[in-house]
């Protein structure tokens, strides 16, 4: 047999398999209600339009659309993007716009072209696991910072920093990595105020900052906050955007903002991934975007998603038990949000109590770099319809009594054996 561990490289011994990918093998037994994965509802994916879309793409440029294309991206589509970014509050240029396959590429290819082993990426706390897992595969260290219902704290981040450069650390620092509207897995918003003193700190110790924005558009209510990427004015914000939560995650396409020369370099390590993103589903995207699909769909999701969202809000209040620390977010947007648990309990001990109930979550400390946050979790919205949101969150405050009283049992028995 051969021994491939001594043969693979050390990027790939740092690899790991994906925390959620691996629980929803669990939740995708039919009598399973998940609020587990970060899906999309599938029954409003615009599949009439797309058809339409797709025929007429093949009549009129079918040769060209199933050729290789620029690794840059369709120039038409990036047109369509700068105009479509403009309306959410960013101005840019069509040169400062590379298409990539959905924003999970986006995050390899940002680790790839800034992260050497054990530099230091400073992220959320929590932060989206897709995330941990590309920064972890070309080994770099992430540092999380604590947060709260305004998002990532900067005094802490710039004390964190101070601590790391006394003890030899400063030219390891590079990135931090933040997604500011309707964070995946807590669902909050960084206030404007918050991100202007992240742009401050990244501005002091000379930082690059990733704005991951896969929900900025899913704003349910209150006022959409400026964009990292507006406040900035010295080409240090580099943004992600992905198609897959305002499209159809399965054309996966999204698209990367930054500066001309980091535009270059991640070209560079695409065309050394994937030549080009596909030409055939840009070329539809593009269609889809130019005859004003994409706004009615967008306004099609929000409506579905804000109703679901408020029937798990309001069961959670009603069904949850009252225990001294347990509580949740209350998103604007998004997909998610973020149940904190009494500390003494464990997320993942619940988590089979749950699935005896057939309801599923996503375990928290999966949300964490060193594995912290075990008293938590992620609840999704998105893709389960009403009725089992609400079924679903009863059975999980079955599941969450059930276990206070075991633990109760726990303690009483403890007591006895040790007076």
Request: glycine share 6%; net charge neutral; proline share 5%.
């Amino acid at each position: 047999m051969i021994n491939y561990e001594k043969l693979f490289s050390k990027n790939a011994l740092g690899m790991k398999r994906s925390e959620i990918r691996e629980l929803l093998k669990v939740t995708r037994r039919p009598e399973i209600i998940s609020f587990a994965g970060g899906l999309p509802a599938p029954e409003l994916f615009p599949v009439e339009q797309v058809k339409e879309v797709t025929d007429y793409i093949l009549d009129t440029e079918g040769k060209i659309a199933l050729q290789y294309g620029p690794t840059e991206g369709d120039q038409r589509l990036k047109e369509e993007l700068v105009k479509h970014m403009e309306e959410e509050g960013l101005k840019t240029n069509v040169e400062n716009v590379l298409v990539v396959s959905a924003s999970q590429q986006a995050l390899d290819l940002i680790a790839k072209v800034f992260l050497n082993r054990k530099d230091i990426v400073f992220v959320e706390e929590p932060t989206y696991v897709g995330g941990i897992q590309a920064f972890n595969s070309y080994g770099a260290r992430m540092v999380a910072v604590k947060s709260d219902d305004n998002g990532i704290l900067p005094d802490e981040l710039e004390t964190t920093i101070e601590g790391l450069i006394k003890n030899g650390f400063r030219s390891q620092l590079k990135l931090i990595y933040i997604i500011p509207d309707f964070q995946n897995p807590s669902g909050i918003t960084t206030s404007l105020e918050r991100r202007k003193k992240l742009l401050e700190v990244a501005e002091k110790y000379d930082l690059i900052v990733i704005e991951d924005t896969p929900y900025r558009q899913l704003r349910y209510r209150g006022e959409s906050v400026t964009p990292i990427y507006s406040l900035d004015t010295n080409d240090r914000v580099i943004s992600l955007f992905t198609f897959s939560k305002i499209f159809a995650p399965g054309f996966r396409l999204g698209w990367i903002v930054g500066s001309k020369e980091v535009i270059e370099k991640i070209i560079m390590a695409k065309q050394a991934a994937d030549l080009c993103t596909s030409p055939f589903t840009q070329s539809i995207t593009y269609e889809y975007l130019k005859r004003g699909y994409l706004k009615e769909q967008i306004k099609k999701i929000k409506e579905n998603y804000k109703e679901k969202m408020e029937i798990m809000l309001d069961s959670l209040e009603k069904e949850l038990p009252e225990l001294e620390g347990l509580k949740w977010t209350e998103p604007d947007g998004g997909l998610f949000l973020w149940v904190t648990l009494p500390e003494y309990m464990d997320s993942r001990e619940l988590f089979l109590k749950a699935i005896d109930k057939k309801v599923a979550y996503v375990v928290g400390d999966a949300f964490h770099p060193q594995g912290k946050m075990k008293n938590a979790f992620r609840l999704n919205f998105s893709y389960p319809s009403p009725k089992k949101i609400r079924e679903g969150v009863k059975r999980l405050a079955e599941a969450i009594i059930e276990y206070e009283d075991e633990i109760k049992k726990r303690k009483l028995k403890d007591a006895v054996i040790f007076p």
